[in-house]
């Protein structure tokens, strides 16, 4: 298994309340980057880590959002009073190195209610 | 990032080649043009890029016009499995982690 995972693959959620989406990105690899993907849509970057920092955050959509990286590896995007806009698949990706090829995740389907 | 042109579908006999056009006319020249593809419920997946010579590898080819202001992607046997939405996006190498995505192409390939 040697790709990007994300967890849970699915996650239907009433509206208030917070979720968290995980990822687990190819061993090694420094760079990971969070995206939304609404229904029929391209993707829309959230954030990026290289390492454990997040030098750009400007993608979040609100103060609601948020996202940290530990030990260089995985990732949390957390998402607080979900609202019923925040549903999209939310992808992640990682590359050795920032600017090199994105491998991407499956994906997490979240559904506000 | 320029931005990029794309048909919003295209159907294609399998066996045969797929060409899928992109326009980006206000690209920069250090831009590259990479090309991706989202199969149904799956996360995208890397083709190929180029920045002014054409391009193969196993899954594709990558044709760039000498202004550089308009590329194919060629998948030259298509299969069922081919089916996906397919993205061309130009960036910066290196520089430039985002990918800026449009709608994509929807590529049906018919038995």
């Known amino acids: 298994g040697a790709g990007v995972s994300q967890s849970p693959s699915n996650k239907v959620t009433e509206k208030g309340k917070d979720v968290e989406l995980r990822c687990d990105p190819i061993s090694g690899h420094t760079a990971l980057y969070w995206y939304r993907q609404s229904l029929g849509q391209g993707l829309e970057f959230l954030i990026y880590?290289?390492?454990?920092?997040?030098?750009?955050k400007s993608g979040l959509p609100s103060d609601r959002f948020s996202a940290e990286r530990t030990g260089g590896s995985v990732s949390t995007l957390t998402i607080q009073r979900t609202q019923q806009e925040d549903s999209a698949v939310y992808l992640c990706a990682s590359s050795f190195r920032i600017g090199d090829e994105q491998f991407f995740g499956p994906g997490t389907r979240l559904t506000v209610l | 990032d320029a931005k990029t042109t794309q048909p919003t579908s295209m159907d294609c006999a399998e066996g045969r080649a797929a060409n899928l056009p992109c326009n980006h006319s206000?690209?920069?020249?250090?831009?590259?043009v990479y090309w991706y593809r989202q199969i149904h419920s799956q996360g995208p997946q890397y083709i190929i890029h180029?920045?002014?010579?054409?391009e193969t590898n196993e899954m594709a080819s990558l044709i760039i016009t000498e202004d550089r202001k308009s590329s194919t992607l060629i998948l030259p046997h298509a299969t069922l499995r081919d089916t996906a939405v397919y993205y061309c996006?130009?960036?910066?190498?290196?520089?430039?982690?985002?990918?800026?995505w449009g709608a994509g192409t929807k590529l049906i390939i018919k038995p």
């Open positions: 880590f290289q390492g454990n920092s997040a030098p750009d």
């Open positions: 996006i130009v960036r910066v190498a290196v520089s430039n982690y985002q990918l800026i």
């Open positions: 180029g920045l002014k010579n054409n």
């Open positions: 206000t690209i920069s020249g250090n831009e590259y």
